[in-house]
């Protein structure tokens, strides 16, 4: 019995029809493939299908082709059951008129187990097997006890579905600031990834409230035309980079490729040159700061040095930097910023701080070079000086800080 089941299955799936047509289905931008042995059917036809969630309704978006002219897709079709019927269509509408009320409930359930869910939409399948419940959430829920009441209420199976911010844009829908309504609920039906470098390489301005859509991701549109700009902007520097062109160091300003122009400044002038000329002409240095405007007056350039190129060396005073070649670029870039010494000889200082000075009155040269070479202790002495106090003076107190020893051994002095 189980192999009978078994072969049967794999015959189903296996099974191959003469005929294929693409089936849309409601609140959906995207068509999928279906069998069928019916050659009749013709665009705007709606069908009943069999889906892997369950049997639904369609409507046909083409006519139907014969899969010997057509590539087949490698998975089995799955197969169109009948043209749609009157009966089917009004239960169709019934399931939808009950979808609300189920949303309604399912929203109460949510509210009254203060789950953190943003329920956004009920469907029911057309034999009403299951109900479908969308929602949207930033975290992970557990809607086990949502799932036991719900059961209870609506008495058939409940499948519960998260989905992202960009999933449910495309559901709830919506107008963009370019005027019309969102890519990804108008033809969209694929959602492909979009990164910040697509608009590095637009050179648009990092502002990301202005380049995200209403799901606060990136905008679809800036994938548009990403390869169309990476042909445009090929061989260019980056913006901000600092170039030499013609004999002067600049620095890149703004380029627009629409326009084919480009800007290049300093802190005393600016050119605008076309994309060509920057690509060719142009060449990038590294390690080079470009003095930028500034409202008061322009810092001074020595004659002949580059416009708007200054350099400080250690000591703080500015020094200008001719750049009229690149190989001359390269030495004043690799050149010390300290003056230059001849055979790298240094200075000649005095061995002999004292040299040259002639010796006090009662010293002798000689003998200021032995003390001068007796080991000294680093420690301070603290020698106490005397002060020259008149002891005549009645009004004077004359006190001793000798110890008792030396006090005592002077007192046994006077006595002998």
């Given amino acids: 019995m189980t192999e009978n089941m078994t072969s049967a299955e794999t015959r189903e799936e296996t099974r191959t029809y003469p005929y294929m047509v693409l089936v849309r289905f409601e609140n959906s931008t995207r068509s999928y493939s279906f069998g069928t042995e019916n050659a009749d059917l013709r665009e705007g036809d709606s069908v009943v299908v069999e889906t892997s969630q369950g ?25 169109v ?10 239960c169709y509408e019934e399931n939808q008129y009950d979808a609300k009320e189920a949303f309604r409930i399912c929203q109460d359930e949510i509210k009254d187990l203060g789950l953190g869910m943003h329920l956004l939409s009920a469907e029911y399948l057309l034999d009403r097997s299951k109900i479908l419940f969308v929602y949207q959430s930033e975290q992970r829920v557990d809607f086990r006890e ?32 370019c005027g019309m309504e969102c890519c990804c609920s108008r033809f969209k039906s694929k959602m492909e990834v979009v990164s910040i470098n697509m608009a590095k390489t637009q050179l ?17 549109c800036l994938r548009y035309e990403n390869e169309n700009y990476k042909e445009l902007t090929e061989g260019l520097p980056k913006m901000g980079a600092h170039v030499e062109y013609e004999g002067a160091m600049y620095r890149v300003t703004s380029m627009n490729v629409m326009s084919n122009e480009a800007r290049l400044e300093n802190s005393e002038t600016f050119q605008e040159i076309t994309l060509d000329e920057l690509r060719e002409k142009a060449v990038v240095r590294k390690g080079v700061t470009v003095g930028r405007k500034a409202p008061g007056r322009a810092p001074r350039r ?59 009155n009662g010293t002798n040269s000689s003998n200021k070079k032995n003390a001068s070479s007796r080991p000294q202790s680093n ?9 020259h106090v008149d002891t005549n003076n009645p009004n004077v107190t004359v006190r001793s800080f000798k110890s008792s020893h030396t006090k005592a051994r002077e007192a046994k002095g006077g006595a002998q």
């Fill in 81 to 90: 059951l009948r043209k749609a019927t009157d009966y089917d269509k009004q």
């Fill in 302 to 360: 020595e004659p002949g040095a580059a416009p708007g190129v200054h350099k400080s060396n250690i000591s703080g005073t500015p020094v200008s930097t001719n750049f009229k070649t690149s190989e001359e670029s390269k030495k004043h870039e690799s050149a010390p910023l300290r003056p230059e010494r001849k055979n790298n000889a240094r200075p000649n200082k005095p061995k002999d701080m004292h040299a040259g000075l002639k010796p006090q």
């Fill in 379 to 387: 420690k301070k002495q603290n020698v106490r000086r005397p002060n």
């Fill in 146 to 177: 949502l799932l036991k009441r719900l059961g209870s209420r609506l008495h058939c199976r409940i499948e519960l579905r998260q989905i992202g911010e960009r999933d449910k844009a495309k559901m709830v829908g919506g107008i963009g600031m």
């Fill in 55 to 79: 049997i639904e309704l369609g409507k046909v978006t083409a006519d139907a082709v014969s899969t010997v002219l057509q590539r087949c897709p490698r998975a089995a079709l799955k197969p």
């Fill in 204 to 220: 648009l301005a990092l502002n990301t409230e202005k380049l995200s859509g209403m799901c606060g991701k990136l905008m679809c």
